[in-house]
């Protein structure tokens, strides 16, 4: 028996970093979030969308970007094989396929790194009612993830990319801002991205904007995703 209505995009993404204020000003000078200080935290806004929130790390938590889906009947926390975490909220999806297009410096991508597909599939399928093709989650036809077969920056787990306007001039924004880049790599289905590190050591990616979640895949219900 599923427990949860489909998640159909992300309700944010959360920054968990041992220095919350480094984190924040790191991305906010990156990507142009509007950060209003909360009991815990930061929560970081492109407009009128909550894109982000930023807190203090936890004992025994990783340092990370957890994605947040939207649509549990819950707030709460999973973990899936190879311990990939990922955050479940109530409400609807601020973004996703389901959600306006991306905007600058907003999530448009969330992909799993994980060591056995099918482990992986079965786990995220049945949690939060997806279906799978060709690596591709979907909801109603329509992609919501990727998965792919190797690690990232020598880990399993979700990546988030953030859309920017100039992938080559942001990905050197992240250097001057005392970040590291991790990979330069072509995406099959974003075209150019950055894997990067925050100076806390928070992992997270860009790619270049697109009008739609997914770039030129978030219409289709699967196409192949190999990397």
């Given at each position: ?104 410096g907003e999530p448009c991508w969330v ?117």
């Amino acid at each position: 028996m599923r427990l949860n209505p489909a998640a159909r995009g992300l309700r944010r993404a959360e920054l968990i970093t041992a220095d919350p204020l480094a984190s924040m000003t790191f991305h906010e000078a990156l990507l142009g979030w509007v950060p209003m200080q909360t009991e815990t935290g930061f929560d970081c806004w492109i407009g009128n969308r909550r894109c982000a929130s930023v807190r203090g790390r936890k004992a025994g938590e990783a340092t990370e970007v957890r994605v947040v889906f939207a649509g549990g009947r819950h707030d709460g926390s999973l973990t899936g094989p190879d311990d990939a975490s990922a955050g479940m909220t109530r409400g609807r999806a601020q973004h996703g396929p389901w959600a306006p297009g991306p905007r600058l410096g907003e999530p448009c991508w969330v992909e799993l790194f994980a060591a056995e597909a099918e482990r992986a599939d079965g786990f995220w399928t049945e949690t939060l009612n997806w279906t799978v093709s060709d690596a591709v989650y979907a909801v109603g036809g329509r992609a919501v993830a990727g998965r792919t077969g190797h690690q990232v920056d020598g880990r399993w787990g979700w990546l988030c990319y953030f859309a920017v306007d100039d992938i080559d001039v942001a990905g050197n924004r992240v250097l001057e801002l005392g970040g590291t880049v991790v990979d330069w790599a072509r995406h099959p289905l974003l075209g150019d991205t950055v894997v990067f590190r925050d100076p806390v050591g928070v992992v997270s990616a860009l790619a270049g904007a697109g009008e739609r979640w997914g770039g030129q895949h978030s219409g289709e219900e699967s196409s192949p995703s190999t990397r």
